[in-house]
């Protein structure tokens, strides 16, 4: 479908929306910026054939997405409705973020520095933590849904795209195939477990670890010696460092076994942060209690001798 003819097909729906230019590609689908009739700037993509072909529910996939109204934009890059052209193309709306995913700046760099990426990395798992305590768990967080906003700001997109097409009828290998979601998929959800915080709590882990290592993670020893690696050639000790937290944070999150992970995203994030500095008590308390200590060693000595 041209732009031409998706711009005749939204028009004939009544829809809101003003194609604002030609579609680009993406893994998702024909990705098209828009502006609704009050100024607000979204982003419309038709979905891929080959993401619509196996979808056996599509009104399923249109009701769990919502048919939220276009005044409530939201949070940036969020999903906010989907609907059907008369042709049976499918698209979803969401809002732009201005910025680059992380995929994008992979492509371009092949990797990130621990330092540059601990950045991310704190910022990526708030966000998470922001939409678990909202709707219960992202579901499809890879380097395409992690947007490097300009302002140095962290969104997570499409969030509850995943539950969506489960509902629709594709299994979790099916979106990992048509998504190229496979490299960060929890093991779990291969065997039909449905998606949780821990499962993006893995999928989070296995996008910070090929971000830092250029590459994804394989699991077991090869993982955490690839990752030892990359941080000794950062020049900066590993351990007792932040780099440091970084690793064992990570190779944490990407653990097989869901009960090995972090729980949540909130534990996650406070195992980014630096270890706080013992309290030592002061010197003056300790001198007054040696001093009570010795009187009365003293006064124990006069009572024996005398």
Not at 53 to 66: H, K, Q, S, Y
Not at 197 to 226: H, I, N, W
């Amino acid at each position: 479908m041209s732009h031409e003819d998706f711009a005749h097909a939204l028009r004939s729906l009544d829809a809101p929306y003003l194609l604002d230019g030609t579609g680009s590609g993406g893994v998702l689908g024909t990705e098209f910026s828009a502006t609704v009739h009050d100024g607000t700037s979204v982003t419309i993509i038709r979905l891929h054939d080959r993401i619509v072909e196996p979808m056996r529910d599509v009104d399923a996939f249109v009701r769990l997405l919502g048919s939220r109204s276009h005044t409530a934009v939201g949070s940036p890059g969020g999903l906010l409705g989907a609907g059907v052209t008369p042709a049976g193309g499918v698209f979803v709306v969401a809002g732009r973020v201005a910025g680059e995913t992380l995929a994008e700046r992979l492509a371009r760099e092949g990797s990130i520095s621990s330092s540059d990426l601990l950045h991310i990395a704190t910022r990526s798992v708030s966000r998470l933590e922001e939409h678990c305590g909202a709707d219960g768990c992202h579901g499809l967080v890879m380097p395409h849904t992690v947007v490097l906003g300009t302002t140095g700001v962290v969104v997570l997109r499409w969030g509850g795209l995943f539950a969506a097409l489960r509902a629709a009828g594709l299994s979790a290998t099916d979106i990992a195939r048509h998504l190229e979601f496979g490299s960060y998929l929890a093991p779990e959800l291969v065997t039909g477990d449905k998606e949780s915080v821990r499962s993006d709590v893995f999928s989070l882990g296995a996008t910070l670890y090929e971000a830092l290592t250029g590459r994804p993670p394989f699991g077991g020893r090869t993982t955490s010696t690839v990752m030892a690696a990359v941080l000794a050639d950062d020049g900066q000790p590993r351990e007792e460092t932040r780099t440091g937290l970084l690793r064992s944070a990570i190779l944490r999150a990407i653990e097989r076994d869901p009960d090995d992970r972090w729980p949540n995203a909130a534990r996650f994030r406070e195992a980014l942060e630096p270890i706080p500095v013992s309290v030592v008590v002061p010197t003056k308390k300790r001198s007054g209690c040696l001093g009570v200590a010795a009187a009365g060693i003293a006064l124990v000595l006069w009572s024996v001798l005398r």
